[in-house]
């Protein structure tokens, strides 16, 4: 059994989904009346679905009743559905297949640690379950990021020390996660956002597999 794990996000690490739900909740602001720029969407990054929403009705200092926030939050999600259903392997973000085949080849285990209740089928349209030993998603986690959490379990299912995993995220919230959790956290993104990070790239291009496997100890 290997010592090292590693574990990544997904919307923002592995794919670009972040665009999608952008303008699906910019269709819903747009209906509510409620002003969504892609500088908001920066904090719904990492988020929950349901905090997102929440954030979003107090920009428009909204009250809403229970079952109309349910039905609002089930509007985005369905818009959402529709973007993700045409995903193909062609929108994994660049060299993200570089470091995933060479930790595979080397029997790295790998877990993805994802606050989206929709990780599984957005992993299946881009081909990329097998490649996870362990897929923790928004559908098992009860207390979200910043909270460890997502990762404790990734890495309990892996079956390596939290001290031994490497996380790559590009949520700040996901970095205090990482942290909180006593991980290694990797950045994808910019510096001057993702602050609390031990390394920061701008993508997987500017990684070099020298890099990864000295993170692995190979
Ligand atoms: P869903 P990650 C997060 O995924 C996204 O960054 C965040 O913007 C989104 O609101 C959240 O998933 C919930 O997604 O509505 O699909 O359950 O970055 O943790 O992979
Ligand atoms: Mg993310």
């Known amino acids: ?21 952008y303008l699906a ?20 990054k990492g988020v929950s ?14 009250k809403v009743s229970q079952s109309q926030f349910n039905s609002w939050l089930a509007e985005k999600n369905e818009d959402y559905l529709q973007y993700i259903e045409t995903m193909t392997a062609s929108e994994i973000l660049p060299d993200v297949p570089k470091v995933l085949n060479f930790l595979k080849e080397h029997n790295v285990p790998m877990a993805l640690g994802s606050a989206s209740k ?36 990734a890495a309990g299912e892996l079956k390596v020390m939290p001290q031994h995993c490497i996380v790559f995220e590009d949520a700040q919230a996901g970095i205090e996660a990482a942290n909180r959790a006593g991980m290694t956290s990797i950045g994808i993104g910019k510096k001057e956002i993702l602050t609390e990070a031990q ?20």
């Open 118 to 153: 929709n990780a599984r089928p957005i992993l299946k349209k881009v081909g990329l379950i097998p490649y996870f030993t362990s897929i923790v998603d928004g559908t098992q986690v009860t207390k979200a990021k910043p909270d460890p959490e997502v990762f404790m379990i």
């Open 1 to 21: 059994m290997h010592r090292k794990g590693f574990i990544f996000d997904l919307d923002g690490v592995i794919v670009d989904t972040a665009k999608y739900h």
């Open 199 to 218: 390394y920061v790239f701008k993508d997987f291009t500017e990684i070099e597999l020298n890099f990864i496997k000295e993170l692995a100890e190979l």
């Open 25 to 44: 909740w910019k269709h819903l602001a747009d209906e509510l009346g409620i002003l969504f720029t892609k500088e908001q969407n920066e904090q719904f």
């Open 49 to 62: 679905r349901k905090r997102c929403l929440e954030i979003l009705l107090g920009w428009g200092e909204l």
